[in-house]
């Protein structure tokens, strides 16, 4: 006993040594500063990235070596090809993982993607408030401290006349905002065909739990009437709330109650109602064959007190919450410390004064580029295709084999699931190349261009590529050559 123990003991003790026997051949940092190579890199990368880089390499083998998962690196082990270690990690750091892709899914809000563009003169007026010090929060006339709330009023006063305003940081939040400031320790009617779950991170029993507010679901998945949200109306109850169900549709034997109806119900019970709507659609859809997404006035008309919605969705601006409605609830929520959690930077503000300005001129359709987008003919998009197909025929053999075919185009951002808008789709086959393979060599391009995959094919959809990016398609085709 006393043997086996005293080995152990011992063995540890050995290995300790050697812990710190290899630790000690760990080189210094300045000696390897100094060094040709890493020099060199250093002039290329900067000396600061450079030395990051080396202390955490460094520290990464001492924490090795005490954990014991790394026997004895010889300096070799540290220092063998340290430069193009160090060039590799400096190019991989220094390239942002965010960067700028080619959208030819078709799928003009991808939420994975971005969701709207922003316009021209948005884009311009983000990089102006970026620049200089701006009237945030700041009264020009009086000289005094200014509200940043203030900034949308006078544009949104034009597109919902007599309606208070609170913006916020996406509609997660208003949604959020909205639950607390309204209900929360009280009861919030909603019917159970409307319990959504927006792309996995937003669902509605999750924010009301923790807006403080308690769910009180009526009716069933398919069937909801308005007697049902009466009868669940007692003492508790704080709010009634309504839900566009943008990402999903039930079919078949449904009935859910129309909006007016519980409006009505709200007022004759003296109870506010909220309706989310997802998406902020100030654009008439319909021409464009879209019947699913009922404009934001819509449900103000139809009696919510208050409505909300996306910054970036069918709105065309960039993320932000937008909450529109009754003048003394929004009074409430701006009043909220919430408010104070979930408020947006200037420029936010910027980008979307801008946007609601093209909207209010009635010029949206022209300057946002999801609504020029939405409005684009299939034939146009048919055009453009063969177009292009003729450019990459013309530029030798060896290319990638393409041909059009109709499909559908998509809304996205969880909006209007079932309607597609016809488009024109560029199949693109290539010898010796599985379509995972050529999707993949497209998205590794530089710059990616991101495509549909489809019954065995890649699909091209020019709808969302924009005019100038289609030479880099052409480009990342012409990549495909043998
Ligand atoms: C998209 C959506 C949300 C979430 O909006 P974000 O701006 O992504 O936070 C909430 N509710 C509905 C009904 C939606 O469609």
Known sequence: ???????????????????????????????????????????????????????????????????????????????????????????????STLRPVVNATGVILHTNLGRALLSEEAVRRVAEVARAYTTLEYDLASGRRGSRS????????????????????????????????????????????????????????????????????VGTTNRTRLSDYERAIGAKTGLLLKVHPSNYKIVGFTTQAPLEEVATLGKRRGLPVLMDQGSGNLL?????????????????????????????????????????????????MRDNPLSRALRVDKMTYAALEQTLLEHARGAAAQALPAARMLSLSPESIESRARRLAERLAAAGPGGPTLSIRPGLSLLGGGSAPEEGLPTALLAVEADGLSASAIEERLRTFDPPVIARTGAGRVLIDLRTVLEDQESVVERALLALRR
């Open 1 to 95: 006993m006393m043997a086996t123990l005293k080995a152990a003991r011992s063995k540890a003790q050995t290995k300790t040594t050697a812990t710190r026997a290899a630790l000690r051949t760990l080189p210094q940092m300045s000696l390897l500063l100094e060094r040709d190579d890493v020099r060199a890199v250093a002039a290329r990368h900067g000396r600061g990235l450079v030395t990051a880089l080396l202390r955490s390499r460094l520290e990464e083998i001492r924490q090795r070596l005490l954990g014991g998962s790394l026997p004895f690196p010889g300096l070799a082990d540290v220092v063998g090809d340290l430069a193009s270690w160090l060039e590799r990690e400096a190019r991989e750091r220094t390239t």
């Open 284 to 332: 008439d859809l319909e021409p464009r064959g879209i019947r699913d997404e009922p404009a934001a006035q819509e449900a103000l008309e139809a009696g919510a007190d208050v409505v909300c919605f996306s910054g970036d969705k069918l709105l065309g601006g960039p993320q932000a919450g937008l909450i529109v409605g009754r003048p003394d609830l929004i009074k409430m």
């Open 150 to 217: 203030s900034h949308l009023d006078r544009m949104l006063a034009l597109l919902f006349p007599g309606r208070a305003f609170q913006v916020v940081n996406n509609n997660a939040a208003a949604v959020l905002l909205a639950l607390n400031t309204l209900g929360e320790g009280k009861e919030v009617v909603v019917s159970r065909g409307e319990l959504v779950e927006i792309g996995g991170s937003f669902r509605i029993p999750d924010i009301m739990r923790k807006s403080g507010a308690v769910l009180r679901e």
